[in-house]
Structure formats: structure tokens, C-alpha cells
């Protein structure tokens, strides 16, 4: 029987909704019951690819797809390729080998695939649709013209719509407060500081235990090592992306063929020659930070906020006196302070509509669905009165939920939050566990001015992109073993120098920046 009535609609969804809440007792009473979230009349199925790193497949029954199914009445099928292989890339790839594309792809590192594919007809241009159909994903970039021309493809359309991060720090210098106490050392505030410091941390016994063992700097992610060239004025990467280019002035560049790291690359090898660099930093990989603190043996690194700083609760019972203090970046050598990290405004990550989806309006209506209030709060808090309440007009997760063995975001992609769909994140998920001692961090970040501008990347056109895949690939990798071989000692950076950059010429790397440059004039305007 098909109810034509909105009061005979309202009456359906309440029973459909009675019987979930019977069966699962999660639907208490929900605010969206009046239903002026519906999309369609008659609930709608459409299929989808989202394969992303953590999960390789969507899921029917996380409590997320539930809720927002109730709300909109489209339910997403599951039709991800490659749910057996780990790489995104590799998915997209047997995706597109099976010929039939689903209603929707989504997932992680879906941009370069659907700005080359899209303008060829494989995706629906977004523009149009979204004017007409989509309010409040429209608003959202009305207001961020800068993030709709970074996600244009080279024909000027949209092809998807992005997973977009919020808050505006990621790593930060911390340092061993306590033992900068117990040496009577202030926090380094420049360059030649944090030298004379992490000699100290190597010499000074801080641990107290009558051993040289300390590890003064180290890094989870081997790449936060070279990072340390910014105390020279260098750059490693333009955005949140290692080893990026970077733009200066209008003009694409890329850190690794600049003088000043060559300068700075040749300090850190003296300071890994000395001791003062984790002698494992490229091979120990992420558990080091849990390792050489939890064994009170690392001194300084370079690292997220949160998760950081959260060891300070983690080892409060464990390493006396512990305490890992956030500092603002040291002075550079030209008394620059810089934080070459921080979130990236848009990601690659994010969903697009196939040429095949018969539904484009209703599937657009279904993405401007995660920009309304009521679905950004499912997309990232998961559901309401389930795993959090609204409290004076602030989403609040459950007790339960903050307090949990396992980390708040591990728990939300295990419910279909907090996913690799096109979503506008919300930083409040975030800072409901994160510490004080992180956000009395962010606020000594958030007094300076220590951020530096984002290159948001480039849409070629089509022969752009076969000078960039023909030769990136093979310089990027020449640039990071270079870079290692110096770092350790087994070449000299500075005898070298003048061959490497001729080296990276005779590898096409000045034609791959001129296909960045022109890629970027045609895209921001320049
Ligand atoms: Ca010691």
C-alpha cells in the first residue's frame, strides 16, 4: 500500500521506526521523525563503492547507514571492488576492469582518478546539480570559493565532493618537561637551542637511571626527521601530504631542489653523526612513540596534538613524574618561527556520481544530506541518543563513548562515522578527548602566527598528467634515497649537490614543475 499523504508518510516512517527501535531498542524517540530530511516517497537503493584503508567495503548495518536510511529513505548498497586488497588505488582500479561502475564511488584518493575520469564521461559534473538541488552543499562552498576551485578537474567541473577536515593544527613540537626540569634548561627557542638541548638530554642522564641511553629526538613517522630542514629555513612539503610541492610567490616549487636544504640537511646529519636523532628513526615505525616514552627513554619529537599528548595521562602511573609538554616552533636560523604541518582544508578522499547512477538528482539531494545539521552531526558524532546528546545546542558524546578502552575515532569508524564519504567534519568530535595539556598546546600555537600557506593541488589536463605520470614517480624516489643516504651519513649532501640537481633536470624535474605551474595558473587564476 502506498501512502500518498505527508501525514500518511509521517505514519509509515513512525512505524518503520517503531519497529527498529523494537528490534534494536537504538532509535529512541529521534528528532528527525517529522521527516523533513526525506528525499524520496518510496525508499531508494543505490549501490556504492568506498573503499578506503581501514575499511574496504561500506557497510549496511552500521548504525550511521541505518539512521541516515530512516531519515532520507535511500539505502546504500554495498558494491565495493577490491574489498580483498588494502590499496584504494588498486580498488579503483579493479572497479573500473569490471566495466559496471556503481550508483556512487567514493572513498580514499578518489580525486585524480575522478577529475581524469570525469571529464572523459565516467562522472557526473557536480556544478549544476548542485545549484539547483543541493542548498546546503552550495552554501558551503559559496562560502569557500577557494576549496571549489581546488577540487575543479581540468575542465572547471566538480566531479566529487570531499571529505573535509576541520580544526586547524595536526603536529606539534613536544619536549620532556620534566627533564628540561631536572637538567635546569628552559624550553629551546631556537635553532642552535635545540642543539645544545638534545646534547643535553644525550649527556645529562635526564632519566635519572645512570645511563647514556636517552634518545633525544625521535619520530613516529621517519619523515618528521628531515622535517626538522624548517630550522633552516627548508621546506619538505607544501600541504599535509610528505613530500609535496609547494607554491612561493605564484610559482610551484618543491623543497628538495632548494639551497636552503641542502643546508639543513647537512646540519641533521651532523646531529644524527652525534647521537641526538633516534639511530632507528627509519626503521623503529609507529611504535615508537609508544615505545621510547613508555620506557622513558625519548627526549623531543614532532607529533598530533591529541594523541601526544595524551601519553601524559597514559604514563602518569608509570613513568614518575612524566610530563610531555608542547612547545611553539623553535626559531629557525633566519628567527622564522614555522609549523610546516597542519590540516588540510580539503582531502582526496570523498564520493563522486557514475555515469550509470539513473538517480543523480536524488543522489545529490543524498550528499547535501551530510551538510545539513542533522547529517553532519550523524557523519561525525554517529547517532543521536545512541552515542550522543544534545546538550544546550552542543552534540555530546555518551560517557561511554570518551571513556572507552579504545580511541574515540577507532570506535566511530566502527559505526560509519567519521568515514571516507564526502562529509564537512566537525571539530568538536575531536575535542572532546583531547586533553588539557593538548588544548593548552593549541592555544599557545593558536597566540603566534606559525602556520604557513597550503598548496591544495593541481587537476591536470591530459597531457599534464602523462609528463607528470611519465616522470614524478621516478624523481620523488631518486629525491627520498638521496635524502636517506645524506641523512645517515653514507653521502655528503654538500659534495654532492651540484649533480643531484642535474641529476633531477636529466629526470625531467623541471618539466613536471611546468606542468604544476600551468596546471596551477589555469586553476587558481594566476
Ligand atoms: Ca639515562
Redesign the pocket.
Known sequence: MKLETHQGRKLMRRLTLMAAALATTAFTAPAFADGHLQIVDEPLELTVHLHWPRKQSYDETWPVELAAREMTGIHLKDATAGSNVKDSLEAFNLLLAGGDLPDIVGGHLLKNNVNKYGPEGAFVPLNDLIDEHAPNMKAFFDARPELRQAISAADGNMYYIPYLPDGKYGRAYFIRQDWLDALGLPQPQNVDEVYETLKAFRDG??????????VPFFARNWEEFPRLVTLWDARTSGSDTYHDFLVQDGKIQHGYAQENYKIGIKNLAKWYAEGLIDPEVFTRGSSSRDYLLGENLGGMTHDWFASTAGYNTKLADTVEGFEFAAMIPPESVSGVRMEEHRRIPIKPDGWAISYQNEHPVETIKYFDFFFTPEGRNLSNFGVEGVHWDMVDGEPIYKPEIVSGERAVNSQMYDIGAQIQRGYWQDYRYEIQWTNEIALAGIALYDEGDYLVDQFLGVAFNEEEQSVFDKYWSSIRTYMLERQQAWLLGTGDVEAEWDDYLADLDRQGFNDVVAVMQSAYDRQYGQ
Request: net charge negative; aromatic share 0%; proline share 10%.
Open positions: 642522564d635526564p632519566n635519572g637511571n645512570g645511563e647514556k641511553d636517552e
